[in-house]
């Protein structure tokens, strides 16, 4: 398995914290108009679902990379695609064996 690892444009972050810095002193001034406070919380929810499915994929390649090393450990080798495949399948915890990436 290889380490795949994403760069963030510095930019783009930056307009995404600016926005979330100005809605929130928008919200502790109390600047919003009330029907202006909902979007800005729906956008403050929506990042924060976004950051939590980043979390998630980050989650389960830790957790695959744990198992393939934990196999690998065993055997004392690599796995071919097959041999991975059946390790994976012998796992009894099926939501633990869900988190584990198919290859």
Do not use: H
Not at 40 to 69: C, G, H, I, P
Not at 91 to 101: G, K, M
């Amino acid at each position: 398995m290889t380490t795949d690892t994403s760069t963030v444009d510095p930019r783009t972050e930056l307009v995404e914290i600016r926005a979330e810095l100005d809605a929130l002193r928008a919200q502790l001034a109390g600047d919003l108009p009330t029907s202006d406070l909902p979007s800005a919380t729906r956008w403050l929810q929506r990042k924060v679902w976004r950051q939590a499915a980043a979390l998630d994929v980050l989650n389960r390649r830790v957790v695959s990379q744990r198992f393939v090393l934990r196999t690998l450990d065993g055997l004392g080798r690599s796995l071919s695609a097959e041999e991975y495949g059946t390790a994976r399948a012998a796992v009894a915890d099926a939501q633990l064996r869900d988190r584990i990436a198919v290859i």
